[in-house]
């Protein structure tokens, strides 16, 4: 089975996090995506501390489907650096992951 991801990142709104996880969905480069409740992200950028709130994404996809996942992302996130984080799963229910795998196969989008 092809190792699994949880990917991260973060939106700086619910309407740009839903615009990027409908992009993810429908091109099949994540199986499943949890948009979180805002939160405060407080960082450095540009020499300066910033505070910002944001909407977290964990997304579930696979190794295989990343680079098309890490692309999509990049095209419709708003951020000049967008965070894009992922974390290998290692263990999970067998019938679950192997969904992960059939969702985010290109042949799935050939099946009824």
């Known amino acids: 089975m092809d190792e699994i991801l ?6 700086p ?3 740009s996090a839903q615009r990027v996880a409908n992009a993810l ?13 805002e939160c405060t992200s407080v960082y ?3 020499g300066k501390i910033e505070t910002a709130s944001e909407v977290p994404l964990l997304i579930k996809t696979t190794r295989a489907a990343y680079p098309h996942l ?17 974390v290998s799963i290692n263990a999970g229910l067998p019938g679950y992951l192997q969904w992960i795998v059939q969702e985010t196969s290109p042949t799935s989008a050939s099946l009824p």
Do not use: F
């Open 25 to 37: 969905i429908e091109s099949r480069a994540a199986a499943c995506i949890n948009m979180l409740a």
């Open 6 to 11: 949880l990917v991260l990142t973060n939106l």
């Open 44 to 46: 450095r950028w540009q």
């Open 70 to 86: 890490e692309a999509v992302i990049r095209a419709h996130h708003p951020y000049e650096l967008p965070e894009i984080i992922a």
């Open 13 to 15: 709104n619910r309407e």
